[in-house]
């Protein structure tokens, strides 16, 4: 499997909601990242996970709270979003730091707060 | 993080070999340059990475000088679904740093 699975692939939610955000590896990577994209930018980094601990928050508002429950599963829960998070966001995932092979991308899930 | 400069946009025609540069003046020693294509609403998809000189694989080819401050992707034989978005990265992929900043990109027409 060289797959990073996200799910779901669109979500609407209202500003009062709460939801989340789930990625899934089977590759045996060991960092697992969040990474929100507004259109036509580039991917801004949120979160990283290094063997299930957080170890870079880029100053996320306390609204998006990441969770790494395994070394394959990677959530984010949304509460009392604002209409600008609408956005794709990404989960990625990489191999241990003796190498650097790059991230391994999922497809993303579009979000659209109202 | 080490900035990175792409052109913003570039146009080509089927069958022609494209070059995009990326420019990463203060690249540190540790960096690697890797380089991801992106389609509308998909996550970016990794092409090729390279430390110094050249790298070629199936797909690209990864050209980078003796002093390391920019980069060059060459993609062989463009076609219609080469139309993508091109990133450059500049970083270290490890699970320490894992902050590999990317730059604007460069979104590749390729005309019939």
């Known amino acids: 499997d060289t797959e990073v699975t996200q799910t779901p692939k669109h979500l609407v939610m209202g500003m009062t909601n709460k939801k989340s955000l789930k990625c899934e590896q089977h590759?045996?990577?060991?960092?697992m990242y969040w990474y929100k994209q507004k259109a036509k930018k580039p991917p801004e980094l949120m979160f990283v996970?290094?063997?299930?601990?957080?170890?870079i928050n880029e100053s996320v508002p306390s609204r998006f709270s990441p969770e790494c429950p395994n070394s394959s599963l990677l959530n984010l829960h949304l509460h009392a979003l604002q209409p600008e998070d609408s956005a794709l966001y990404l989960c990625?995932?990489?191999?241990?730091?003796?190498?650097?092979?790059?991230?391994?991308f999922g497809s993303g899930t579009r979000l659209t707060v109202v | 993080l080490a900035k990175t400069t792409q052109p913003i946009s570039m146009d080509s025609y089927e069958g022609q070999e494209v070059n995009i540069t990326c420019s990463h003046n203060?690249?540190?020693?540790?960096?690697?340059i890797t380089w991801y294509q992106q389609f509308p609403s998909q996550g970016p998809r990794f092409i090729i990475q390279?430390?110094?000189t050249k790298v070629t694989n199936e797909v690209a080819s990864l050209f980078i000088p003796a002093d390391r401050k920019s980069s060059t992707l060459s993609l062989p034989r463009v076609s219609l679904s080469d139309t993508a978005v091109y990133y450059c990265?500049?970083?270290?992929?490890?699970?320490?740093?894992?902050?590999?900043?990317f730059g604007d990109g460069t979104t590749l027409t390729v005309k019939p």
């Open positions: 990625a995932s990489s191999q241990d730091g003796v190498t650097n092979y790059g991230y391994t």
């Open positions: 590759m045996g990577h060991r960092a």
């Open positions: 996970y290094s063997y299930e601990k957080l170890s």
């Open positions: 203060n690249i540190a020693t540790n960096d690697y």
């Open positions: 390279g430390y110094k």
């Open positions: 990265l500049v970083g270290v992929v490890n699970t320490n740093a894992g902050k590999s900043t």
